[in-house]
């Protein structure tokens, strides 16, 4: 029994001490293993990091590259996969928004860097169209004297009364997004400048009118420097159309052209409207500028009767801002002055040989004289058509009353239609000439009416037969259709050479091969 329990001792004490042993191993080296792997660990786990950052930085630079390569024209990437372009990441990212289409998936331009000389708050004076070309103007100033745009503000005191604020009318988050790889542009003043604002710290006046950027630069920034805030409290024509530097006159056309964008519903409204005229076939749009309002204001009242004519003189005297009162309306007529009434455009469009079934779209807010002055125009053309025939009265019950989104349907409408003829050269017809050009000279109807008045009379006199007529028609107005040219410059006199906004020339081609490096501003249009 003893010899057993011996052995058996013997037995446990051998295990124990190779349990001893390797309990001994484990204390020894084995711990070292475990320093070693700890101090691997660690350094793997800073390779890691390394790698990471290093691919977190070279996709950051991808992504500068892709955005320069579309906003500044540069070819770096265009001979890489097409995972790197704006189509494919905008495919990849859709997976992401599935849930919410109306998300819109672009690359921003990088922003400029540059210091700050102070803030350039402006108002807006005029219709939209008006005010379009004036924030134009402003953006390039601001750019120009390395300062910060404040989100225009728009007329409201004019004879329209339009409420609307700049983001009711335009993206604002795309104006300022799109823009921001040329000058900073803020919705509102930083709270401490804004407190300054507010104490009386601030410096009002109306910039010279058609001014080079010289002026600006000269004038207006030592301004801005001394007082931080400078507010310009009128903004029609204060830029010079010519004889400017042509970075400045590109960056017009890119507000112009790509920034400002109506918003979402404006847009959507549009589309409406034309994809209807569409399923008709081709259409003209007339922008018949024949409203109370013009007529008031430039004292033309061919065709009114007496009540009329004093109705529109009362109202002349009424606005102050309307500095001409006594007016001839007979003799500025015959100067070209006036627009053309409805039965003076319903003869030039038939002796222009428009097709009597075309569409047309009469882009004007109400006709003055309402359906007795149209009525020889409908004669002639019997598918008039305007917006509000067209919609719904519940598609515009968002617009009425606001008169500068209304026009901005009208503008839409223009851009897209077959034919564009303005009864007058006002701002719309102006600025809508321009952009029309710009998208490839889409035919534009440049009524001479100067012209037109004289045959109109010949005609309805008696002296020359519908076929003289017709030919004279025809031959005054080859060359206007809104054909490739240049603008006329007449030095001291910018009112009455071409206005920029109507042919901006500048920003259709390069001039000349050294041109190439700075057309791309107008890449991402």
Same mark, same amino acid.
Do not use: H, W
């Given at each position: 029994m003893c010899r057993i329990k011996d052995c058996e001792e013997s037995k446990r004490r051998r295990r124990w001490?190779?349990?001893?042993? *390797?309990t001994a191993s484990f204390g020894g080296k084995g711990l070292e293993k475990l320093r070693n792997s700890g101090m691997v660990s660690r350094s793997r786990m800073k390779l890691w990091m390394i790698r990471a950052t290093t691919s977190i930085l070279l996709w950051t630079c991808l992504v500068q590259l892709t955005a320069l390569s579309e906003t500044r024209g540069l070819r770096v990437l265009k001979g890489w996969p097409s995972c790197f372009s704006q189509e494919s990441a905008a495919t990849a990212v859709a997976l992401d928004v599935k849930s919410s289409p109306q998300h819109i998936v672009r690359v921003l331009p990088p922003k400029r860097v540059y210091k700050n000389n102070g803030y350039l708050m402006v108002s807006c004076n005029g219709g939209l169209n008006q005010?379009? %070309? +004036? $924030?134009? !103007?402003?953006?390039a100033i601001a750019r120009f004297l390395d300062v910060t745009l404040i989100v225009p503000e728009l007329d409201k005191t004019s004879f329209w009364n339009d409420p609307s604020e700049f983001q009711d009318i335009f993206d604002v988050d795309h104006f300022i997004s799109s823009l921001r790889d040329e000058v900073r542009i803020l919705k509102e003043l930083p709270p401490r400048v804004k407190r300054r604002v507010e104490l009386g710290m601030i410096y009002t006046m109306p910039p010279i009118s058609w001014s080079d950027i010289s002026y600006y630069q000269n004038q207006i920034l030592p301004l801005i420097q001394k007082y931080k805030v400078v507010h310009l409290n009128r903004t029609d024509a204060r830029l010079a159309n010519n004889d400017q530097p042509i #970075?400045?006159? =590109?960056?017009?056309? =890119?507000? #112009? &052209?790509? %920034?400002? *964008? &109506? /918003?979402?519903? $404006?847009e959507e409204l549009g589309r409406k409207?034309? *994809?209807?005229?569409?399923? #008709? @076939?081709? &259409?003209?749009v007339l922008h018949l500028r024949y409203e109370m309002d013009m007529l008031a204001f430039s004292g033309c009242t061919q065709g009114c009767? +007496?009540?009329?004519?004093d109705e529109l003189t009362r109202m002349r005297y009424a606005y102050p801002w309307w500095k001409e009162k006594i007016i001839d309306s007979d003799m500025k007529r015959k100067e070209g002055l006036c627009p053309l009434t409805p039965e003076e455009t319903a003869l030039t469009l038939r002796a222009l040989d428009i097709d009597r079934n075309i569409q047309i779209y009469i +882009? +004007? @807010?109400? $006709?003055?004289?309402?359906?007795? =002055?149209?009525? /020889?125009? /409908?004669a002639s053309y019997p598918n008039l058509v305007r917006k509000e025939t067209l919609l719904e009265p519940s598609d515009l019950r968002f617009f009425q009353n606001h008169s500068s989104q209304m026009a901005a349907l009208d503008y839409l409408v223009s851009l897209e239609s077959d034919v564009f003829a303005? /009864?007058? !050269? @006002? #701002?719309?017809a102006k600025v809508v000439e321009g952009h029309r050009r710009y998208l490839g000279y889409k035919k534009t109807i440049l009524l001479e009416r100067r012209l037109l008045v004289e045959l109109i009379d010949k005609y309805n006199s008696g002296s020359l037969t519908w076929g003289e007529f017709s030919s004279a028609v025809k031959d005054g107005h080859a060359e206007r259709m809104g054909n490739p040219t240049k603008r006329l410059v007449i030095p001291d006199r910018p009112k009455e050479e071409d206005y920029f906004y109507a042919n901006p020339w500048e920003c259709f081609q390069p001039q000349n091969e050294d041109d190439e490096e700075t057309l791309p501003l107008m890449s991402n249009i």
């Open positions: 001490g190779v349990m001893g042993l *390797k005010m379009r %070309a +004036a $924030i134009c !103007d402003m953006v #970075n400045l006159q =590109r960056l017009r056309c =890119r507000v #112009n &052209f790509s %920034a400002l *964008k &109506f /918003t979402p519903q $404006i409207v034309i *994809k209807i005229l569409r399923q #008709n @076939g081709p &259409f003209l009767n +007496a009540e009329e004519v +882009a +004007a @807010g109400e $006709i003055y004289g309402g359906e007795r =002055r149209l009525s /020889t125009l /409908t303005p /009864t007058y !050269d @006002g #701002n719309m």
